[in-house]
């Protein structure tokens, strides 16, 4: 509080000040630019009723994937945090990878799996007679690709809530007459219940963003709509309004989520912590944790990962484009990350001036990358008219800019509480040290937040590899990402060359995920 | 004396129509340190912003070596001022070794005369030893050597320190202070010490300002204080006082535990106010009852009755008086005082 009545008190235009607003403005243009063209924009070439039915499925996926990474991942953090277990140690950050994964290599992994020629139903009918009553592609293959690819968001939410609770309130429950399990139901889910909402937000969110899987499973929601509108009838007006109703729940999401964040209502408080009491599982309550968790990690990284590589083994892949599509999706994500963490850096230090920029970022982490892009293609517009040679450079830029703007809220987040180490006095004490507000930024706040800015980076980078809507639309002509390599194979029915620059988005991104996930798994609170 | 290295004259800042200072009027001197004391939410801390210019002045006028700094409309930033500043939190910059976090604020400086000063304040504070140290890994007392140290780097004409020893440990707490402030008397600056502990104040103050509800109601030396408050709330805030309404005549106040000598005062009503030690066993002093006893170690805190009224003594001696007894007592002038009701 203290710090906000500092600023308060001199809030002016000062560097800082001025930064945060441009960061700021950057996430809401192609926020403006949607509404604008959604509007404002001449007769659009969709029917109402398509767009309803759209969103009808976008509704009934981002209800069951909610459903299902909610239980999935509240059991997986509940049973990590609270018990050991053979392999419990390495679960407890294992249970992440899957973030690694992108959805869409799910995705064609589990339809080569369970394809009516595929190998696995060819077994069951050739030798037990009976065939699985379902395929892949549809609203029921979605759920499950999508549920095992975002479940980590819960996971991830849960586990922290779970080791941020008090020992004592547990203990006063016990005492209370509350044994083990209703102590659980009556005392640490409900405290745990805003978590649980900001997780499944989360992973809801990535549900309406996600444009190769269901694309590829052939499940109409208004992501793929917008890429549709705007690929095969070059409506950019059709796209924004699909845009719309995203734009609208991306709001209501982001809403929930911020609710949900630790500070509010249900913090265990500062009250003296202590860790929860650990629980040794044995003989069978160990194999069942084990086998559970073992089941999600296989199911969301290990079976469709192998299978992708073991297909991708057969081919001989055309390594030339490959290395370009590698070459351009590294570019992408060592650019857009470096873009997206000096602009979340910005709004870091400009947060505290200037809170509403950070709100405007986090509507834009919210967004779905195709709105992003649709929202940008109207000032692309505009520049190309104005240059139309500078094609290839103002397309990259656009790209690195929709990445900036959809992913600088998940950057802040690191960078922020990074900064959280460095108290109003520290600043104060610059300042009568000689420093003016700019030069303490620099001397203080960028140095002690150095390492939460690798984090971000990080986080960004690995979101880009996988990125593949808003890369599909403003790509310049010509330009392929492993991403876009991978989706245009599938689309052609080619799976086992799909394989290939699925696992490359993968291997890049593995090592940066080992590191975020046990860096998170580590941390605990205090430190 | 000699001019003050800071004035703060009729500042006043206020928050939400309220006062959090009113017409303070405040005068450091190189080389002495200034107790600001007073209870929490008293202003004292927002007088320190003030002159430390992490506030705008909203009246009044604080002069650093004869420039204004603050004035209506005016605020030197903080940088400019010339000022040291000292939190309770310590703030020293957890990414800097207590070398560079004492070397901060010498950017201007060439690395040699950085160094140079450096090490100058290192030996100065004790602090060689932990030059190349992390803070984290420091004790609070060590801690606090480095940021007073990184404060008077820049050779500041006025240092700020706001509740600097509430940080640190009951034993821990007065070695520290005594050590520190020692060390700050060889720099001849003039310090400024923000405390709510009046012991604490009276102890290391050169001059106590004391303050309550945003106006600073006196300063003085400790004893001018402590002996002779201008009011009642001041005599309050150093330290425990029984206020009795008495009756003046003949320059004379009878109370029921002795008379006091008020030779300046007209006949009629006053109160007086009564420190717990102006009390003393004497045979040839008043009779009152002892209701209660309490053994302090270097005192004893006596609860006395006469006529209704009751007072707390805090009386020497190892023979302590039982509850119920009766004593003779008389009242020690130098530690009361009269005021006109």
Known sequence: MAVEAFFAARRRISIPFMLAAIAGLVALLPLLGVIT?????????????????????????????????????????????????????????????????????????????????????????????????????????AVFVLSFA???????????????????????????????????????????????????????????????????????????????????????????????????????????????????????????????????????????????????????????????????????????????????SLMLGIMGSAVTVALATMLALGTRRLPMAARLASLGYATPGAVMAIGLLVPAGIIWNLMPDSGYIIAIALLIYAYAARLMAAALEPIDAGLTRVTPSMIHAARSLGRSETSSALAVELPVARGAMLTASLIVFIDVLKELPATLILRPFDFDTLAVVANNYALDERLEQAGTPSILIILLSLPAVIWLTRKIAFSRPGT | MTVPSLTARDVSRIYENRNAVANATLKLHAGRITCLLGPSGCGKSTLLRLVAGLEPVDSGEIEIGGTIVSAPGKTVAPEDRGIGLVFQDFALFPHLSVADNIGFGLKNLPASQRRERVMTLLAQFHLEALADKWPHTLSGGEQQRVAIARALARSPSVLLLDEPFSGLDGHLRATVRQSVLADLRTTGTAVLIVTHDPEEAMLIADELALMAGGRILQTGSPPECYLRPVSIEAARLLGEATILPVRISGGVANTPFGIIPAPEMPDGEANAMIRPEALRFDMAGVPVKVVDVRFGGAFQTVTLAAQDLMITARMSGTSLPEVGAQICVSLDPARTVIYPS
């Not at chain 1, 759209?54 to 209800?63: D, G, H, I, N, R």
């Not at chain 1, 265990?268 to 089941?295: D, E, H, I, M, Q």
């Open chain 1, 150 to 328: 975002f479940y980590p968001y819960v996971y991830l939410a849960m586990r922290a809530a779970f080791l941020n609770q008090s020992v004592n309130v547990t203990e006063a429950a016990r005492t209370l007459g509350c044994d083990g399990w209703l102590a659980l139901y009556r005392v640490a889910l409900p405290m745990a219940r805003p978590a649980l909402a900001a997780g499944v937000a989360l992973a809801v969110m990535e549900t309406l963003a996600d444009y190769g899987a269901v694309q590829f499973l052939n499940v109409q929601t208004l992501t793929t709509g917008i890429v549709r509108a705007w690929s095969v009838y070059g409506s950019t007006v059709s796209a924004a309004r699909l845009a719309l109703p995203l734009l609208a729940t991306a709001a209501l999401l982001l809403w929930i989520e911020r609710r949900g964040r630790p500070g509010r209502l249900h913090e265990a408080g500062n009250a003296r912590w202590r860790t929860l009491p650990v629980k040794n599982l044995s003989g069978r309550r160990a194999w069942l944790a084990s086998a559970f968790c073992l089941l999600l990690i296989t199911a969301g990284l290990l079976l469709p990962v192998g299978w992708l590589l073991f297909n991708a083994l057969d081919t001989s892949p055309d390594w030339t484009r490959l290395l370009r599509a590698g070459s351009h």
């Open chain 1, 37 to 141: 063209t959604a509007l404002f924009g001449e007769t659009a070439d969709i029917a109402a009723r398509d767009i309803f039915r759209y969103a009808a499925t976008s509704a009934w996926l981002a209800l069951f994937v909610g459903g299902a990474t909610a239980v999935l991942g509240t059991l997986a953090a509940w049973l990590i945090v609270m018990h050991r277990f053979p392999g419990s140690d390495i679960f407890a950050w294992a249970l992440a990878l899957p973030l690694a994964v992108p959805a869409f290599a799910l995705a064609y992994a589990y339809t080569d799996l369970f394809d009516v020629a595929g190998p696995l139903r060819m077994t069951m009918r050739g030798n037990m007679g009976f065939d699985l009553p379902f395929g892949m592609r549809g609203l029921g293959g």
